[in-house]
């Protein structure tokens, strides 16, 4: 077709002057994504919990300094590989099939430096140090990876920036903790309170205690549930409180308390309370 022809005689000429055609186009630099980073960074709970914005010092690859990303000492220009004509890409045959691999002779810049800048080696790159101001969101939970897109190392040749990954640690509360979502706590209470029932403070994080209804035979180890004062959700709710009883047993008791229980245990109440965990002890 006389397309095709056309086609051939551009890329004939412009192999044979250097311009036009798709030689040109393959002589140009490929644009690189930046790799990505990590990092790590430790929170108080009360921070993890609001969401904060922290510095973060990165150290990654980017555009040398000296030669500005060309990798040719001053006064000096790389000229295009004459292995991949530019591409940075080479094929392999074999056999019946073949597939591109980085170019042996440039290392996949497409581009070869015969007076290469004293300060990178002549690879254009060089290892630096920055600092990024990175936004932790409310909520976040020890253990957890965020990910900040396009915060990572600098794109070569125009391209991209890589991402930075935030491995996140978080500080134990003294008083809280975390359930998924949920915020837990421990709160103690007397045996008589469990047994006959009371209404008790329990604190929030960061906020005004509120009153916690105990009912009247309440086990020990119980949890029960205040609902929207845990953790923020990437939705913007909240997880629950999750406030688990632990009935607290006196180390000394006073005449009255000592007469009390002994009425208690004469009464008979608790007689048969291991009767059915001996019984099944006993089957095969």
């Not at 055609?21 to 108080?44: C, H, M």
């Not at 904060?52 to 990165?58: A, D, F, G």
């Not at 923020?232 to 009883?245: A, E, F, N, Q, S």
């Not at 229980?261 to 019984?279: C, H, I, K, T, Y």
């Amino acid at each position: 077709p006389a397309g095709g022809a056309g086609e051939r005689i551009g890329d004939l000429f412009g192999g044979l002057f250097n311009r036009g055609g798709t030689r040109t186009g393959a002589g140009a630099r490929r644009a690189r994504r930046g790799a990505d980073v990590e990092t790590e960074v430790t929170l108080s709970f009360g921070r993890a919990m609001n969401g904060v914005t922290v510095p973060l010092k990165l150290t990654s690859e980017a555009a040398c300094p000296t030669c500005h990303g060309t990798g040719a000492k001053a006064g000096t220009v790389p000229r295009v590989c004459p292995n991949c004509e530019g591409t940075g890409q080479e094929t392999r045959n074999l056999g019946n099939f073949g597939f591109s691999e980085p170019c042996h002779i440039c290392r996949g810049r497409g581009l070869v430096v015969d007076d290469p800048c004293p300060t990178c080696s002549g690879s254009g790159r060089a290892t630096g140090t920055r600092t990024i101001q990175a936004r932790i969101p409310a909520g976040v939970a020890d253990g957890q990876k965020i990910r900040l897109k396009a915060k990572g190392a600098p794109g070569e040749n125009g391209g991209p920036a890589g991402d930075l990954y935030v491995n996140i640690k978080v500080l134990p509360h003294p008083v809280f903790g975390r359930s998924g979502d949920n915020l837990t706590l421990t709160v103690p209470v007397t045996f008589p309170e469990a047994a006959l029932g009371a209404e008790i403070k329990v604190p929030t994080f960061q906020g005004q205690p509120v009153t916690l209804r105990i009912p009247e035979g309440t086990p020990n180890g119980r949890t029960f549930r205040v609902r929207g004062r845990g953790a923020t959700r990437r939705d913007g709710t909240k997880g629950d409180l999750l406030v688990t009883v632990d009935v607290q047993v006196p180390d000394k008791i006073d005449d009255q308390t000592r007469a009390a229980l002994e009425a208690l245990r004469s009464s008979g109440a608790g007689d048969d309370l291991r009767g059915e965990l001996l019984q099944q002890a006993r089957e095969e």
